[in-house]
């Protein structure tokens, strides 16, 4: 697989579908307001291989399909929420036991979380993250349940794009995303410190910070996941033998 052909497409993809369409992306971003519901639904689209970009539109569709897949990913997370309760419970046990929402501090010495059920957990977290989006395409183009939890078929079609090519594409996608988004956090947290100890603002203007940097998230949002969502169509498709 040609990794700068496959984030070229991603780029192009996203440039022609929602940057350069400025009446999409804004339905994208009322998409993710709505509890991101619709947004999965317009996700399912593009894992359908629809190209260009398809339109925000048929909102109970998108809603629907949106459910169906956050369904999918819902029962991917539970093996990890409860290894995650085994692991934390005793803490939260240990602090609703205290007076006034207060730790009892005789069962912090007795709470030590178990390493082994601690390493079974992100041993869970990232074969989830491994076969969670070949699952999702494939529950996007077949509109079956069983087949998003084909555990089998799943490992044997990763197996067809290659287990090292594939796990490069999540690192490398992965870092392309992250990478500005840690960026752009990290400079809002230097800039507010600044704003803060420097000039000696009020609540109200950190307030204003705050949702200045929430409301740029928001508008890049449609465009980091649709660059993602793309890309990993491709990867996806790149089992495929061209013909």
Not at 92 to 108: E, I, K, Q
Not at 120 to 145: C, D, H, K, W
Not at 156 to 185: D, Q
Request: with cysteine; aromatic share 12%; net charge neutral.
């Amino acid at each position: 697989m040609d990794f700068g052909t496959v984030l070229d497409d991603a780029l192009a993809y996203t440039k022609q579908g929602v940057f350069e369409n400025t009446n999409r992306w804004v339905k994208l971003i009322i998409a993710i307001l709505c509890l991101g519901i619709p947004m999965n639904g317009y996700i399912m689209r593009i894992y359908r291989g629809e190209r260009p970009a398809p339109e925000v539109d048929h909102w109970g569709t998108l809603f629907i399909d949106g459910l169906k897949l956050m369904i999918v990913g819902l029962i991917y997370t539970i093996p990890i929420i409860v290894i995650w309760a085994i692991v934390y419970g005793s803490i939260f046990l240990a602090v609703s036991s205290g007076s006034n929402g207060h730790m009892n501090s005789a069962m912090v010495p007795g709470w030590t979380p178990n390493i082994g059920f601690v390493l079974l957990m992100y041993l869970v977290e990232i074969v989830v993250g491994l076969i969670l989006p070949v699952a999702s395409i494939r529950f996007a183009r077949t509109n079956s349940f069983s087949e998003a939890f084909n555990i089998g078929t799943i490992l044997e079609y990763i197996g067809k794009i290659g287990w090292i090519t594939y796990i490069i594409a999540l690192i490398l996608v992965a870092l392309i995303i992250g990478i500005p988004i840690c960026i752009l956090l990290l400079g809002f947290i230097l800039l507010g410190g600044i704003i803060l100890f420097v000039f000696k603002v009020s609540n109200i203007v950190i307030l204003g910070f705050i949702f200045a940097l929430v409301l740029i998230i928001l508008i890049l949002s449609p465009l980091f996941a649709v660059f993602q969502v793309r890309y990993m169509t491709r990867v996806y498709d790149s089992a495929v033998p061209e013909e």
